[in-house]
């Protein structure tokens, strides 16, 4: 963990004191970005990684990307200043009162030393912690003096493993569950390309020759969305769900929980006669699952232990899929225009990041994922996480020798909660191109408003310009609004070298919430 990331204040100032000459501080703007770039660039090097906070006015600017890290399951060590030891009793200006329960319950575990020497022994526990299955943010308050004092016996070195094991016999119900079921499907989660599982996910799917589904709210697929046997990733609500199972006798969900619903759509949990079974690495998961026998275990380790023991199924394979089409003539740009030509035009290993809520349907239908760890979107609801992910992404990308290019799609409204990233882009060189899918609205918030038979005022957002508040912080930009300059912008935004952000006049028509089965 020799990189930083964070946003400095006094009461940190002097535990980088001396800072290792091997070490990078990544500095941003705002904490919540420091946050989030972390999260993205954890998750694509599958590393610890480690975030420095500003006591407790730092930690509540982070709130939200720390949700958002836990319900990603990223490996993080948060550390956050505290005041002197010897003034903490006079609550000077600064003090976290209650650094133990501020970022609970989004942190494994929260602490403050009891004794500065205790300092590098915590460090180690929240490693070990933040490693284990399911990996996710632990929380370490420091005081600033601790830094002053020696440690006359630092802690042993050890190795703590972080998976799990996935057996036969623990999986046996649902081996016979498969292996006699005359129309299963499984349904794959973000903790399959998180526990490196993609290639044992398809193999599982290949053996069964099955439908294959991706659960609602992953921020990473777990299974190729180009695959034969992939159909799409399921409604967020409790009946569509029921109905779009309705005919599978058994259904397996790896990787993902059982279910995560929003909005409010009531009846039946399951179609009558459907068996489901739950494969996690998460404990918590297992407990609040409201229907299916659930088994705690690796999800890449059960996809490769079922794949071995089922036979080979002489089911249909289904046909290829046909490409989507896409309506040309009009005078806007649309959500399925725009993401068939960057289809179209992109690098054909470019990793895609996403913050466009009210158009995952459009953007899965011609923007499908068919390599692991080349999408990245984020498990929580909470925005602001996109723009600096984007970057994190590309730090991870530089920092591996990959050096992908990175498309970043963001709603104009989501983009405005953590417009500081661009100041990293700029500073990092970052090799991101920002489409910037301007409506003028929150999209998706009418879509609900339409949902829920609401009339709801201030869902318009005009008079912002990305492109020129980019540039204040250093990166390059333009905006397209006709549809027939759109693949000339992509070409010269794509062929840019650093970061450069194409606003993209959209047409600001709203989605139905739940679209048709």
């Known amino acids: 963990m020799k990189i930083i990331f964070g946003n400095i204040g006094s009461t940190e100032e002097p535990m980088l004191t001396d800072f290792p000459k091997d070490f990078r501080y990544i500095l ?24 420095n906070l500003h006591t407790a006015a730092g930690t509540g600017n982070a709130m939200g990307a720390i949700q958002t890290a836990a319900y990603n399951h990223t490996a993080m060590i948060i550390t956050a200043g505290q005041q002197t030891r010897e003034m903490l009793v006079l609550d000077p200006l600064l003090t976290n009162k209650n650094p133990l329960v501020q970022a609970a319950p989004w942190v494994k575990w929260s602490y403050e030393p009891a004794r500065a020497e205790d300092v590098p022994a915590a460090f180690l526990r929240a490693y070990a912690m933040a490693v284990q299955a399911p990996r996710g943010p632990v929380y370490l308050s420091l005081p600033m003096d601790d830094m002053e004092k020696d440690c006359p016996l630092p802690p042993a070195k050890r190795t703590v493993s972080g998976r799990i094991s996935a057996d036969e016999k623990q999986l046996e119900p649902v081996f016979t569950a498969l292996k006699e079921a005359k129309s299963p499907a499984l349904v794959f989660g973000g903790a399959v390309d998180r526990t490196e599982g993609w290639n044992d996910a398809v193999a599982l799917a290949e053996k069964l020759r099955c439908a294959v589904y991706a659960a609602p709210f992953e921020g990473r697929p777990g299974f190729p969305e180009t695959h034969a046997q992939y159909k799409g990733v399921l409604p967020a609500a409790i009946q569509p769900i029921c109905a779009q199972l309705e005919g599978y006798d058994v259904v397996v969900v790896i990787g993902a929980p059982v279910f995560r619903y929003y909005p409010y759509a009531p009846g039946a949990f399951l179609p009558d006669g459907t068996k ?40 249909e394979m289904p046909a290829p899929k046909s490409p989507p089409e896409v309506k040309t003539k009009s005078d806007k740009i649309t959500p399925d225009m725009l993401f068939s030509t960057i289809a179209k035009l992109k690098p054909a290993d470019a990793v895609i990041t996403h913050e466009s809520l ?36 590309a730090l ?59 009339d709801v005022p201030a869902l318009d957002i005009t008079g912002i310009d990305t492109v020129k508040i980019a540039a204040g912080y250093g990166c390059e930009g333009k905006t397209v609004s006709k549809p027939e300059e759109l693949e000339s912008a992509l070409k010269e935004a794509l062929a840019h070298t650093g970061p450069f952000v194409l606003q993209v006049e959209m047409d600001p028509a709203t989605p139905p919430l739940i679209p048709p089965k």
């Open 28 to 51: 941003s703007l705002h904490e919540a970005v420091a946050l989030s770039m972390a999260d993205a660039y954890g998750q694509f090097t599958g590393k610890v990684v480690h975030v």
């Open 396 to 454: 991870a990308e530089k920092d591996s020798g990959r050096n992908r290019k990175v498309i970043a799609l963001q709603g104009d409204g989501a983009t405005q909660y953590a417009v500081q990233a661009f100041w990293n882009a700029a500073k990092e060189k970052s090799n991101v191109l920002f489409v910037i899918l301007r409506n003028r609205e929150y999209n998706i918030l009418k879509s609900f408003s339409s949902f829920l038979g609401t």
């Open 358 to 393: 009210s158009n995952v349907k459009s953007l899965k239908t011609h923007l499908p994922t068919s390599e692991p760890r080349s999408f990245l979107s984020m498990d929580s609801a909470v925005l602001g996480y996109g723009l600096p992910a984007a970057v994190g992404v």
């Open 276 to 315: 489901l079974f739950h494969i996690t690495d998460n404990a918590e998961q297992t407990a609040r699952a409201p229907v299916g026998d659930s088994f705690l275990a690796d999800p890449a380790r059960a996809c490769a232990v079922l794949a071995k023991l089922l036979p080979q199924s002489n089911r």
